[in-house]
């Protein structure tokens, strides 16, 4: 018997994503999530026996088979989106920028700004903003605060970092994603924090992907809908029985009621206790039920019925990219390579046709292989009739091309979906009131390139970051 808890809350769930090497084979190492929501879950139905028994009363009720799926919903942004670009589109073709030059050291201000010296030709303002790719500490998007011919100053804590490969640039690097053969595959960890609850998926892969922009002001988002092959087997939070100094002060020595499995660098997460609620990463493992974390030791007394208790995370150590919204009114949208201002909204919906009917027998009815099949990709829009030159293009079965693209609100950065061939479905309008028409129009886009590079989709992401 453990505490009872306090219902779980959104804000205290965290969910990473790392990539498989092999599929269905967990990641080690992930990126932690910033979302809007997320409906993924392992589900297993239960089915009704068709055993007759001598009464009315049912047979006990068997097993169906087990899947995992549901949607994440993201902020449209520039450096976390690259994640699901890279799950649903492989590694990209990735471009230096053509301006970088060589930082060769940091040295600390003590005033929370450090200075770069660099080459002579950076070309880089005050108050402008520039990319730092090449190091540990100092990766990402800054703005300067003070400049000189060879040296930037901007805010950020100084850690002490031999510069072998840094360099500045005041553009970003470049990123091409085209629709591969074989999608990446990816391990979802679902950690519920006030509770030391850890649920994981492994073998998801991105099934579709929705993705638009409005006139209304909403908050621009993308959903990603997920496929996943099984959960990982669930594992009890485990009690805890005692929390002790462990001699110095500044570690507290924990002991468990049961045997922990952690080791020394793991993530363990404690709920239910008035001083050590949180996520802490293991100093020791003297033995198979105690530890210690660099916590400074707080006396706290452990009631038997009421202990606290604690998890193992899947992920050690994930991190977070900073976000870098892309907002509904930073879109525009380009018919046959013109800028387009007619639309009130268009959404772009890829699905990627995973076929999810893949099991075999010893697989306890989970999916084990989640196969590829042909891309469908789609656009509505919704117009103002100004014209019939839409419902014509249906009419001829002429080709389309179609272009959506966000550029940062400030500093470096934008992403384009091109979708250079499409056919516009015949859709003529309606009257449906004595105000402005409208008109929805759908189209669906292809490749006339019959070689395996042919790509109905090409995106193309402009940020920060050398890699995704």
């Not at 850690?159 to 970003?172: I, L, M």
């Not at 996943?228 to 805890?240: L, M, Q, R, T, Y």
């Amino acid at each position: 018997m453990t505490k009872v808890l306090q219902q779980g809350r959104g804000y205290a769930a965290e969910i990473s994503v790392g990539f498989e090497s092999v599929f269905n084979t967990a990641a080690t190492t992930a990126r932690r999530l910033a979302h809007n929501g997320s409906t993924i879950t392992a589900r297993r139905d239960l089915n009704q026996s068709g055993t007759i028994l001598a009464g009315r009363s049912p047979a006990e009720p068997f097993q169906g088979n087990g899947q995992v799926e549901g949607s994440i919903t993201l902020p449209n942004d520039l450096n976390q989106l690259a994640i699901f670009l890279k799950a649903i589109f492989g590694v990209p073709t990735s471009t230096e920028p053509d301006d970088a030059v060589v930082a060769s050291q940091v040295a600390d201000n003590e005033d929370g700004t450090v200075t770069l010296t660099v080459g002579e030709s950076h070309g880089v303002t005050q108050g402008a903003y520039f990319i730092i790719y090449g190091t540990t500490n100092y990766n990402g998007e800054h703005a300067a605060t003070a400049v000189t011919s060879t040296t930037i100053t901007f805010v950020h804590a100084y850690t002490a970092e031999a510069f072998t490969t840094a360099k500045v640039s005041k553009s970003g690097w470049t990123h091409v994603f085209r629709v591969p053969r074989i999608q990446p595959s990816l391990t979802i960890e679902q950690l519920h924090t006030d509770l030391a609850e850890m649920f994981l998926y492994t073998g998801c892969k991105v099934s579709r992907f929705t993705i638009g922009a409005g006139s209304d002001g909403q908050e621009n988002t993308v959903t990603v809908d997920i496929m996943g092959s099984k959960p990982a087997d669930n594992v009890a939070p485990i009690a805890i029985s005692t929390f002790a100094t462990s001699g110095g002060g500044a570690a507290t020595l924990i002991t468990a009621a049961a045997a922990h499995g952690l080791t020394a660098g793991n993530r363990v997460i404690i709920a239910g206790s008035t001083n050590y609620d949180g996520s802490y990463a293991v100093a020791t493992a003297p033995d198979a039920t105690t530890f210690t974390i660099a916590k400074t030791y707080v006396a706290e007394a452990v009631t038997q019925g009421q202990e606290p208790v604690l998890c193992k995370a899947h992920f050690a150590a994930p991190k977070s990219l900073p976000l870098k919204r892309l907002n509904t009114f930073s879109g525009k949208l380009y018919y046959d390579g013109v800028e387009y201002k007619a639309a009130k909204s268009i959404s772009m919906e890829i699905d990627f046709g995973l076929d999810g009917d893949q099991r075999v027998i010893g697989d306890n009815g989970f999916r084990s292989e989640i196969p590829e099949g042909e891309i469908a990709a789609t656009s509505n829009l919704t117009v103002l009739l100004k014209d019939g030159g839409l419902y014509r293009k249906g009419e001829s079965n002429a080709d389309v091309a179609l272009k959506l693209a966000f550029i940062a609100s400030f500093g470096i950065g934008s992403l384009t979906i091109d979708m250079p061939e499409n056919k516009v479905a015949l859709t003529s309008p309606a009257i449906e009131s004595p105000r402005g028409i409208t008109q929805t129009v759908s189209a669906q886009a292809y490749s006339s390139d019959t070689s395996d590079s042919g790509s109905a989709i090409i995106v193309t992401l402009i940020n920060a970051y050398a890699t995704i």
